[in-house]
């Protein structure tokens, strides 16, 4: 059974940092396409960040140059360092596995949330002003 869980959530104040993990079980993340997602009360599900197989990343416009996504294979642990957080950063962030690899460099948008194979059950993240 494939398992992915979070961590790292809680509560920050603006101007801080926190830094999620996304930890895989009953399956090897091995260059496979990753990304983290979040979705606040009443929103829509947004893509936050984005890696491919070779390594290329890809970020919302609200988060490029605060977030960085990275993963390490040999933890299988997916990251999501979150630096100058703002208040409209509080959501619930999700972690999710294309389970396949996938090459996406000059492309201008990430995979599609619902191609996702794998999903975490996700960690809050709130951020007060």
């Known amino acids: 059974q494939v398992n992915l869980v979070e961590s790292g959530g809680g509560s920050a104040e603006s101007g801080e940092s926190l830094r999620l993990s996304c930890v895989g079980s009953?399956?090897?993340?091995?260059?496979?396409?990753m990304a983290w997602f979040r979705q606040a009360p009443g929103e829509e599900r947004e893509t936050v960040a984005f890696?491919?197989?070779?390594?290329?990343?890809k970020y919302m416009d609200s988060v490029e140059g605060r977030f960085t996504i990275s993963v390490d294979n040999a933890k299988n642990t997916l990251y999501l360092q979150m630096n100058d957080l703002k208040p409209e950063d509080t959501a619930i962030y999700y972690c999710?596995?294309?389970?396949?690899?996938?090459?996406?460099?000059?492309?201008?948008?990430?995979?599609?949330?619902?191609?996702?194979?794998?999903w975490g059950q996700g960690t809050q993240v709130t951020v007060s002003s």
């Open positions: 009953g399956y090897t993340y091995r260059g496979h396409c």
């Open positions: 890696i491919d197989t070779e390594g290329h990343t």
């Open positions: 999710a596995s294309l389970g396949n690899y996938c090459y996406t460099e000059g492309t201008p948008t990430p995979v599609p949330g619902e191609l996702y194979s794998y």
